[in-house]
Structure formats: structure tokens, C-alpha cells
């Protein structure tokens, strides 16, 4: 998969969040953490992201019980967010070529 819409950023940090299998509320203290407090997701949107992302192939549940639903990344997912990585890279790359001349 080459070409994708830009990720958001709440679904670039659940991505990275999901490269380690994790539940819901795990996911929001990561990126909470990866983001030193810059990014709060609320359940709304991440359980809103999730749906999404297992319905697009991107994640998948890791395990399941009564209490806690863990998701892990899927292959197509590491694909779409190796394609983000490197549309990131290059938005850093040209901005400091022009910005720093």
C-alpha cells in the first residue's frame, strides 16, 4: 500500500502504540507519554479509531477476554505506517531546507 491519505495524529501514535500488543487504556497513557502530555486521546476517539482501523485490516484484536480487549498491528498497518513515517520525513526535510536555506 503506497499511497494512503495522511494519517492524523491520534491514529499515527495508536499505530506506533500497537507495535507492542495493548488494550484501550494502555494506548491512551502511551500516547500520552510519547507526546510528554501534548496528546490526550478521549475513549470516544480512540474506540471510534479502533473500529476503524480493525475494519481497514490495520489492526487486529491480540486477545480477548471479559475484561480487556488487547490489539496488536497488523502487517498492512506496519505498511501504511512506514508510508506515514516517510511522508513525515519528508515534510521535516523540505521545511528545513527552505526555512534554514
Known sequence: MSKHNALTEP???ILL???TPMHG???MQNVKK???GRLNIGAG???GA???LLSKGLIAEYKSDLSKKEYIITENGRSVLNVELNRLKELVK???EILEG
Do not use: A, D, K, R
Open 11 to 13: 491514529v499515527y501514535y
Open 17 to 19: 502504540s500497537l507495535l
Open 25 to 27: 487504556y494502555g494506548i
Open 34 to 36: 510519547l507526546t510528554n
Open 45 to 47: 476517539t480512540l474506540y
Open 50 to 52: 479502533i473500529n476503524t
Open 94 to 96: 523540505n521545511g528545513e
